[in-house]
């Protein structure tokens, strides 16, 4: 990638309006950057999490770790990449614009659940397996102690799976849970057990609302609601 191509990727991005989007821009831009130097990056933690729950949860910054088990990209290689960007800061933390890009060790995996990846205008993101995301959330909810903001993240991760927006592997999810490393599996039962109470009567009452209105627009019978 030249420098007059990344230079029109920084302009795009910067007039990029909506948060979500532009911190999905500039996700790609930086993955693109790094593969050309063959080092793969995973956006990881509540990153990961804003891109699968789109935007209602919100980390405020881009955390990424290397793919690579046996070791993530020297200090030469991330300043290069971050140079080329124009960014400021380091030598792990990078400002871009008016974006931070944390640039962490190697991604640590406790499962083969499998990475995701996002398309981007700028290429492609590598996400966290949705599955360790959810896991580490509920965990974190509850250990050492109750707290309401990882509760809150988990909630809305946990909304997207039991509602099908996200495809989960809830075989590999319930095994991680009742794992010696974390040791909640019954905790993370109830957890999805609630949600699914709260969310999947409210699917079917909007799924019933939209073929009403669908009627109503064909002209057929409907019930009044």
């Not at 799976?161 to 905790?187: D, F, L, P």
Request: charged share 25%.
């Amino acid at each position: 990638m030249n420098s007059a191509t990344i230079q029109a990727a920084l302009r795009d991005i910067q007039d990029t309006e909506d948060p979500l989007e532009k911190a999905l821009k500039l996700s790609g831009l930086v993955s693109a950057l790094f593969r050309e130097r063959d080092w793969e990056m995973v956006v990881v933690g509540g990153s990961a999490i804003e891109f699968y729950t789109e935007g209602q949860y919100m980390s405020g910054d881009i955390d990424m770790c290397a793919k690579s088990e046996v070791a993530a990209p020297p200090p030469s290689v991330r300043a290069e990449v971050m140079g080329l960007l124009g960014a400021t800061g380091g030598p792990r933390s990078f400002k871009v614009g008016d974006q931070w890009v944390d640039l962490l060790g190697r991604v640590e995996r406790m499962s083969q659940a499998q990475f995701r990846v996002l398309e981007t205008p700028f290429g492609s993101v590598n996400l966290m397996p949705v599955e360790e995301l959810l896991v580490d959330k509920v965990f974190s909810s509850i250990c050492p102690q109750e707290n309401e903001e990882s509760r809150g993240c988990a909630e809305k991760l946990m909304a997207v799976c039991v509602s099908g927006a996200i495809a989960i592997n809830w075989t590999e999810a319930t095994r991680m849970a009742a794992s010696k490393e974390y040791g909640i599996g019954s905790q993370f039962q109830q957890f999805r057990s609630e949600l699914e109470k709260r969310i999947i009567p409210h699917e079917r009452h909007k799924d019933q609302v939209d073929l009403e209105r669908m009627d109503r627009d064909k002209g057929g019978p409907s019930l009044d609601i």
